[in-house]
Structure formats: structure tokens, C-alpha cells
């Protein structure tokens, strides 16, 4: 029985041992060859070669390829089959190729290892619309601009469209570089569909803005975009997607670029369809008030140039008026697929004397790209009357120095009187007055005392009184830094000091004054009022005030009474 069973297992091993030798004799190595997936295709678009080796080890020269192709990245995979009994292992490198031009190509014979591919023969048609993609192909691409026909320094829009049906895992645009043109991407990129002979596309378009800095003839050479897009035997059950690189070029662009015309300033050279110049006022007047702002809104727009390129304008500010110029802001925008530049400018004035007020013509030359002609936007002189008006009424500050008189006792400058009834109050004071001057003399003569001259003093201290409570109106203003009310208190004690109720600005003050000091302090307050700026200088402004009035001569009268309202 032992004899029976180790006998048995030793025909079984020897029967299994045939078997394999027999498997490893029928063994087949594939040799080595190489295929492409296409042998025509158009420039800028990919073909796949693969290349079958008998082992893993083995090596592929493909440095002959660079001549005419761009090599992008290349794969590995393996395979074993056994079919009837026949086992076959392939060993495959995979390479991705983009040719570098038009023609008939070949693909020379690649040194694998110790042996040779045979070659392959490639024809490569010109890029079209059609052959790269078109309106009959999965992908494509196209290009044009606003104006091909266009000035040195005038920009043109240049549009970039990828249409594309079938799906891209990813890609990336290849800008070009032209050649004496400003290249720049202009607005945000933008995704919609189109349809283009009954098939449906997803666009994506980019705007650049290009601005030619040569005149002649010019070329905008083609963009590209490079890319990964699904591919795959979607009829196979077992076929997997599986990508493809591709890359797309749109067509060049011819463009004339027409030098700067004879006889125009080069520095003054504005290149445009269209140019306006505007003027508005806010508010709207036919007359100007003394010490009341008045703002004048500039606005320069041209069709067809960028903002960078429109000029800085310069405007006369009239002898009496004050001016606070603003920053210009500028802005473009693409309407109707044109180019928009906008400059505006915002000037604050303010009325410092009646009188006529003259606002000289204002001109901008420029040069008409539509009709080749040289034109000026302008805006025509324009004249007003400056007539007398009250200094920021709506405070309800007091216009005179017995209205502040008046309300000293409550301290509420906001309540004290207007001016016709400050005039009033102020007749019947002096009346008052002289009518107690009249008594005191009256009862001295009947005293039989002589008779005496009066006082000047007598007469001065009550309103002096009145000016000590207006430059202590000043002082707490100056400490609050309240340009509102140091401008009113100012005009007030201004008017009191001079007798002057016509006295109604600001600028009117810093001539009599007459004190370079003063005038530039009174010329920031100003400012501050009327652009509506924060203000901080009020405890300079006083000081400066102080020292002015110490500087002044005084009567022997004067001498007697009362310091200046100490700080």
C-alpha cells in the first residue's frame, strides 16, 4: 500500500512538471513596435503614440522626437493574457505628442533597447476655424477686436473666446506677446453657451485691452490654450475615461496703426470717436450770494481712449471768489463695446465781494478717429452777479454786537436776534444813552455844580463790555474748535470793530486785517467750512488773533480799560 501511494505521488509531480514546461515553451513575448492613435490632425491638436516592449526594463530614446513634435508626459502600463493556452505579457510606454507645424510628418524608428520601431508617417493639416474644431468640431477657439484700423496710443478691446463641447478636466490660456502693444486683461472673465449650427457650446471669454505704442503695420499673434479634456471608449463595457491633452490657437490679427497726424501737439494728441465737456452747478443760480458756497462739477468723457490718456484741465478762479478744488476721480466702463473715460472735477466756491463774477471758456482739443478731423470741446464763459447775502443763517448766529448783549445773560447764542432787529435795539440804545447824558447835565446845572465835559469812557465801556463778550464768544469757539461758530462770532466782533454790517465774509476780514498770518489761518477755516473737513486749528487761530490785537495802538482812553479777555 505505501509503495502504491509513493509511486502515485511521484507520477502526479512528474505530469504537473510537464505541464509548466510545456506552458513556458509555448510562451510569447511581444516584440517591440509602436503605434499612434491618428495619422491626421491639424496643428494644435494631440496625437498618442504608443511604443510595446518585451520588458519593464527596457529603454525608449525618444529624443528624436523633439524635431517636430512637443513631447508632453509620458506613462507606463503592463498586461499579461493567456489565451488557448498561450500566455502573452505587453510592456507599453505611452506619450502624448503636439506637432510643431503643418505637413507631412514622420515619426522616425525609436531605439527600444537593442532594437528599432518602424516609422510612421503623420499628415498635419494648417489650423482653421473648421480643422480646429470650427463649427463642426467638439473645441475651438477664435479672436477679434473693436477696430482694426485704429491711432498710436488709442486702445482696442481684444475678445478671446475657448468654445468647447466636450468636457475639459483643465486647460490654461497661453497669452501672446505682441510687439510694441500694452497688454492687459480688461474686466472679468465671463462663461455662457452658445449654439453654432444646431450644436450646443460652453464659451469662455476673456477681454484684453490693447494699446499700440508704434505706428505701421502690425500683427496680434494667435492665443492659445492647453488643456485636458475626457477621452474613452464609452462603448465598452470595460473601457475607463481617460484624459487627453489638447491645445487650441486662435487665428492672428492684422492690424494698421496710423502714426500721430502733422501738426498736432503730441503732448496735447487725444485720440477719440467721441469727446464732451459738461458744466453743472449745484445748487442751480442765476446769481451768486456773498459768503455762500456754490459747487462746480467738471465732467470730461471720451469714447475710445483710456483714462489714463485724458488730460489734467486748469480752470482761472475769478479775483473775487475763493476756490476749493477737489481731487478728479476717473472711471472707465465698456458701453456698446466701446471703450468710456470718464474725468470729473468738483471746485467749491465761495463769494468774497459783489459784484460781477466771470468764469473764462474752457477748450479741449482732440482728434476725431471717426472722421480724421481735429475738434475742441469746450465749455462756454459764463458770468454772474454776486450780490450781498447774510453769512450761514441757518446757525442763528448773532449779526450784531447789541443782539450779543442781549442774550449774554442766557449764554444761548442760537436765540439772539437778526440784524434789522439788532438795528433797531441799537437806535434805541444810543437814544438811551444820550438821553441820560442829557439828565446827568440837567441835574447838575440844577446842583448849580460846574459844568463838566463828559467821559469818553463813559460812553465806550458798555460797548466795550459788548467786545469783551465777543472775543470771549471767539475763545470758547476757537477751544471747541467749531468752525461754524468761530466764523460767526468773528464776522460779528468784525463788524463791531470796523461799523461795518456789510461786512459778510471771511475774505472781507483777512483784508482788514491786513496780517499774512491771519489771512492763512481765516483761508483754512474757510476751507474746513465748505468742504466740510474736520477742523483743529482754533487754538492757533486765537493766538494769533490775540497777537494781532496787542499789536494794535491804543487811545489814552483805551489805555483805562480792561485787559483782553485773558486765555
Known amino acids: 500500500m505505501v509503495t502504491f501511494i509513493h509511486h502515485s505521488a511521484h507520477k502526479l509531480q512528474c505530469l504537473l512538471l510537464s505541464a509548466l514546461l510545456l506552458i513556458c515553451a509555448q510562451t510569447v513575448f511581444a516584440g517591440v513596435s509602436a503605434s499612434v492613435d491618428r495619422t491626421q490632425l491639424s496643428v494644435g491638436e494631440s496625437l498618442t503614440l504608443t511604443i510595446t516592449k518585451p ?3 527596457t529603454q525608449v530614446n525618444l529624443q528624436a522626437l523633439n524635431q517636430d513634435f512637443e513631447v508632453f508626459g509620458t506613462s507606463t502600463s503592463s498586461s499579461t493574457t493567456i489565451y488557448n493556452g498561450k500566455m502573452s505579457s505587453n510592456y507599453q510606454t505611452v506619450t502624448t505628442l503636439m506637432p510643431k507645424h503643418a505637413g507631412t510628418v514622420t515619426i522616425p524608428a525609436l531605439t527600444v533597447g537593442s532594437e528599432h520601431t518602424q516609422p510612421i508617417t503623420i499628415n498635419i493639416a494648417k489650423t482653421t476655424a473648421t480643422s480646429a474644431g470650427g463649427e463642426h468640431g467638439n473645441i475651438f477657439m477664435r479672436a477679434s477686436v473693436t477696430n482694426k484700423n485704429v491711432y498710436i496710443n488709442s486702445p482696442i478691446i481684444y475678445h478671446l473666446k475657448l468654445y468647447f463641447a466636450e468636457e475639459i478636466q ?29 450644436k450646443k457650446y460652453q464659451v469662455i471669454e476673456q477681454q484684453y ?18 488643456g485636458q479634456v475626457v477621452s474613452g471608449n464609452n462603448n465598452s463595457f470595460f473601457s475607463f475615461p481617460s484624459s487627453k491633452t489638447i491645445r487650441m490657437l486662435s487665428n ?9 497726424p502733422a501738426g498736432v501737439n503730441p503732448d496735447a494728441w487725444l485720440p477719440a470717436s467721441k469727446v464732451t465737456l459738461t458744466s453743472q452747478w449745484s445748487p442751480q ?7 455762500q458756497p456754490i459747487t462746480r462739477t467738471i465732467t470730461l468723457t471720451a469714447v475710445g481712449i483710456t483714462a489714463d490718456n485724458l488730460p489734467d484741465l486748469t480752470f482761472n478762479t475769478p479775483s473775487n471768489l475763493n476756490a476749493y478744488p477737489d481731487q478728479p476721480t476717473t472711471s472707465e466702463s465698456l458701453e456698446n463695446g466701446q471703450l468710456v473715460a470718464t474725468k470729473t472735477y468738483k471746485i ?10 466771470k468764469f ?71 437814544a438811551l444813552f444820550a438821553l441820560l447824558w442829557l439828565l446827568t447835565l440837567l441835574i447838575g446845572y440844577l446842583k448849580r455844580r460846574p459844568a463838566r465835559t463828559v467821559d469818553t469812557k463813559e460812553i465806550i465801556m458798555p460797548f466795550q463790555s459788548s467786545t469783551k463778550v465777543l472775543l470771549k464768544k471767539i475763545h470758547q469757539a476757537c477751544q471747541a474748535n467749531d468752525s461754524a461758530a468761530i466764523q460767526a462770532a468773528l464776522l460779528i466782533w468784525a463788524k463791531e470793530k470796523w461799523d461795518n454790517n456789510s461786512l459778510l465774509s471771511l475774505g472781507e476780514l483777512s483784508e482788514l486785517l491786513a496780517n499774512p498770518a491771519l489771512t492763512k489761518a481765516l483761508t483754512a477755516l474757510e476751507k474746513s467750512l465748505y468742504t466740510q473737513a474736520d477742523y483743529d486749528n482754533g487754538t492757533q487761530l ?17 489805555k483805562d480799560l480792561p485787559d483782553l479777555y485773558p486765555s
Open 209 to 226: 485691452m490693447l494699446t499700440p505704442k508704434q505706428a505701421g503695420k502690425a500683427i496680434i499673434p494667435s492665443m492659445g490654450f492647453q
Open 170 to 198: 483643465s486647460g490654461s490660456l497661453i497669452p501672446a506677446k505682441p510687439k510694441n502693444f500694452d497688454l492687459r486683461p480688461y474686466g472679468q472673465q465671463q462663461n455662457y453657451s452658445a449654439q453654432i449650427e444646431g
Open 348 to 357: 467749491a466756491y465761495i463769494p468774497t465781494q459783489i459784484g460781477q463774477v
Open 55 to 57: 520588458s519593464s526594463d
Open 252 to 260: 492672428p490679427i492684422n492690424i494698421n496703426v496710423k502714426p500721430i
Open 285 to 291: 443760480a442765476t446769481a451768486l450770494t456773498t459768503g
Open 542 to 558: 486765537w493766538n494769533l488773533l490775540q497777537a494781532y490785537l496787542q499789536q494794535q495802538p491804543t487811545s489814552a482812553a483805551a
Open 360 to 430: 473764462s471758456k474752457i477748450s479741449v482739443p482732440w482728434w476725431n478717429s471717426l472722421t480724421d478731423k481735429p475738434e475742441v470741446a469746450q465749455i462756454a464763459a459764463q458770468q454772474f452777479l454776486a450780490k450781498a447775502g447774510k453769512v450761514l443763517p441757518s446757525l442763528g448766529m448773532p449779526t450784531t454786537t447789541s443782539a450779543i448783549a442781549a442774550n449774554h445773560s442766557t449764554g444761548n447764542m442760537a436765540a439772539m436776534t437778526s440784524s434789522s432787529q439788532g438795528n433797531v435795539l441799537w437806535k434805541v440804545l444810543t
